[in-house]
Structures are given as structure tokens and as C-alpha cells.
């Protein structure tokens, strides 16, 4: 088996659920932790949260809002709509049966760093990332994840 085969067998399997194993890979990255999202209520299929490691590249749009109309104030956000991108991340099968499985949308833990790498315009990216926090609950807010570095913009 070539590695591009291997490559292809990891990315074909990035579905996921409130079930998960730890330490295995979903798409191209780990499971490092899954629990509830909130606290005080169990773990459900609409309340848990999954942190994943790993360095993966994706294509897609970047967005950014100072905050004069969010409620989350100042933040800047990546849409992965790419499709051999999208099967390099973890895909919650919640997204997926709420209709959201050709799009994959987290915002930047690290802000200032995606201000400085990718500006405040928005535009056509090819972006690395290091880690994903997917939140899967009933009026949460964005995912998050931590921007590396920018391999390709375009307005």
C-alpha cells in the first residue's frame, strides 16, 4: 500500500460522534479528549465537545469581523468548503445530520496571529492548522482552532 493510499484510507474516516475513541485519528487529526460541553448535563448527542491535535493544510475563506455587529465581539473565522480538504478534518455526525457536511467553519484561538498572517480583509486561503476544538451543543458558539501558518491568500 502506497502512502497516498494510506493517506486517502485516513481521510475517507473523519466521522465522529459523542462515542469517539480517544487516540484515534478522525480525518487527519486525533482525538486527544471528548466530553460533555457543559458540566452540569450529561453527555448527550446535542452536548459534548471533542479537542483534536495534529497539523493539518486546508483551502477555504477567511472572515473577519472587528465586532461592531457580532456578539462575539472582535473575531476572525475560516469556512473549509474544499472537498479533499473537508475530509482532512473530523466531521461530528450531529453537523452532518443537521445538513452542514460540505462545510467546516472554526474560528482562531490565536486572533492576533491570524490578523497578522491573513489581515483583516476577507479572502481565499490555503491555511495550516494545529489543533481543532468542535463544539457540538444546542446554540453554542464557533469551533475553534489555532492557525500555524498561511500557505496561499487571494482577495
Given at each position: 500500500?502506497?502512502?497516498?493510499?494510506?493517506?486517502?484510507?485516513?481521510?475517507?474516516?473523519?466521522?465522529?460522534?459523542?462515542?469517539?475513541?480517544?487516540?484515534?485519528?478522525?480525518?487527519?487529526?486525533?482525538?486527544?479528549?471528548?466530553?460533555?460541553?457543559?458540566?452540569?448535563?450529561?453527555?448527550?448527542?446535542?452536548?459534548?465537545?471533542?479537542a483534536?491535535?495534529?497539523?493539518?493544510?486546508?483551502?477555504?475563506?477567511?472572515?473577519?469581523?472587528?465586532?461592531?455587529?457580532?456578539?462575539?465581539?472582535?473575531?476572525?473565522?475560516?469556512?473549509?468548503?474544499?472537498?479533499?480538504?473537508?475530509?482532512k478534518?473530523?466531521?461530528?455526525?450531529?453537523?452532518?445530520?443537521?445538513?452542514?457536511?460540505n462545510?467546516?467553519?472554526?474560528?482562531?484561538?490565536?486572533?492576533?496571529?491570524?490578523?497578522?498572517?491573513?489581515?483583516?480583509?476577507?479572502?481565499?486561503?490555503?491555511?495550516?492548522?494545529?489543533?481543532?476544538?468542535?463544539?457540538?451543543?444546542?446554540?453554542?458558539?464557533?469551533?475553534?482552532?489555532?492557525?500555524?501558518?498561511?500557505?496561499?491568500?487571494?482577495?
Open positions: 500500500v502506497s502512502t497516498s493510499q494510506t493517506e486517502e484510507k485516513i481521510t475517507a474516516s473523519n466521522l465522529y460522534d459523542m462515542n469517539a475513541k480517544v487516540g484515534q485519528k478522525y480525518g487527519e487529526m486525533t482525538l486527544e479528549k471528548i466530553g460533555s460541553h457543559e458540566s452540569k448535563r450529561a453527555m448527550s448527542e446535542y452536548n459534548y465537545r471533542a483534536f491535535s495534529g497539523q493539518v493544510t486546508v483551502a477555504g475563506e477567511y472572515e473577519y469581523d472587528d465586532g461592531a455587529m457580532s456578539m462575539f465581539g472582535e473575531i476572525a473565522c475560516f469556512n473549509v468548503t474544499e472537498k479533499t480538504s473537508l475530509q478534518l473530523p466531521k461530528s455526525a450531529l453537523n452532518v445530520k443537521n445538513g452542514y457536511e462545510e467546516n467553519e472554526f474560528c482562531f484561538n490565536n486572533l492576533d496571529e491570524a490578523k497578522k498572517l491573513l489581515g483583516t480583509t476577507n479572502k481565499s486561503a490555503i491555511i495550516t492548522i494545529s489543533s481543532l476544538i468542535d463544539s457540538n451543543f444546542q446554540g453554542e458558539g464557533p469551533d475553534f482552532a489555532d492557525l500555524v501558518s498561511v500557505e496561499n491568500q487571494s482577495n
